[in-house]
């Protein structure tokens, strides 16, 4: 069985920094692009960042210098670190899994279930 599950959020004060995982089940991870997204409430999913199957990154220019995509193979898990946290960074964060990097959401194959983050003093 596909799998993607998230980990690592909850609340953190603006400026700190929160390092989210998104383990990979019944699949190799490696093989996919794997994209992180979030949505705040009444607002669409956005990308935030990618990691293709060749391991070249992208980074919404929202988050450039701030966050940091990174993969280990070995343990098929995919983290995003959060550094200088905002409170516009609040929302829901997902990972997903396609074939190439992109920021159109429903180019993904399979999504993990989500995790909150909260940026608030």
């Known amino acids: 069985q596909v799998q993607l599950v998230e980990s690592g959020g909850g609340l953190v004060q603006p400026g700190g920094s929160l390092r989210l995982s998104c383990a990979a089940s019944g699949f190799t991870l490696g093989y996919y692009a794997i994209g992180w997204f979030r949505q705040a409430p009444g607002k669409e999913r956005e990308g935030v960042s990618c990691?293709?199957?060749?391991?070249?990154?992208y980074y919404a220019d929202s988050v450039k210098g701030r966050f940091t995509i990174s993969r280990d193979n070995a343990k098929n898990t995919e983290y995003l670190q959060m550094n200088k946290m905002k409170p516009e960074d609040t929302a829901i964060y997902y990972c997903?899994?396609?074939?190439?990097?992109?920021?159109?959401?429903?180019?993904?194959?399979?999504w993990g279930q989500g995790i909150q983050v909260t940026v608030s003093s």
């Open positions: 990691i293709s199957r060749n391991g070249t990154t």
């Open positions: 997903g899994a396609g074939w190439l990097c992109t920021a159109v959401a429903g180019a993904y194959e399979h």
